[in-house]
């Protein structure tokens, strides 16, 4: 069974930056669509971004393009999330998920948590000043 690791997660300042990294170890993610999502306390689940390991796709929730970067390490069959200029509204718990992927479909940050396969037990990340 597919176990995803999370980890990278802190506290930083506004503007500041953090990478999170997502794992499966034992595991290829070759055929996997990677999904990061958060949830905050009193909010519901969002999709963040999301990469399609088949053929490099990716997509991302509007108030995180141009700030977030979804991207995967061959050597280290990891999943990156690079937030930069993190702001107090980025604060949540982050969880990486994994969706069975296909090379036509697209993968797409919309949609609910029932497409994931499997997911993490997240990390914290508090942006305050």
């Known amino acids: 069974q597919l176990q995803l690791v999370e980890s990278g997660g802190g506290s930083v300042r506004p503007g500041g930056s953090l990478r999170l990294s997502c794992t499966a170890p034992?595991?290829?993610?070759?055929?996997?669509?990677i999904h990061w999502f958060r949830q905050a306390p009193g909010k519901e689940r969002e999709g963040v971004a999301c990469?399609?390991?088949?053929?490099?796709?990716?997509d991302y929730r509007d108030s995180v393009k141009g700030r977030f970067t979804i991207s995967r390490e061959d050597a280290s069959d990891a999943v990156y999330l690079q937030m930069n200029s993190l702001k107090p509204e980025d604060t949540a718990a982050y969880y990486c998920?994994?969706?069975?992927?296909?090379?036509?479909?697209?993968?797409?940050?919309?949609?609910?948590?029932?497409?994931?396969?499997?997911y993490g037990q997240g990390t914290q990340v508090t942006v305050a000043s």
């Open positions: 998920a994994a969706e069975w992927g296909s090379y036509s479909d697209p993968c797409t940050v919309a949609g609910g948590e029932e497409r994931y396969d499997y």
């Open positions: 990469i399609n390991l088949r053929n490099g796709g990716t």
């Open positions: 034992g595991f290829s993610l070759d055929y996997w669509n």
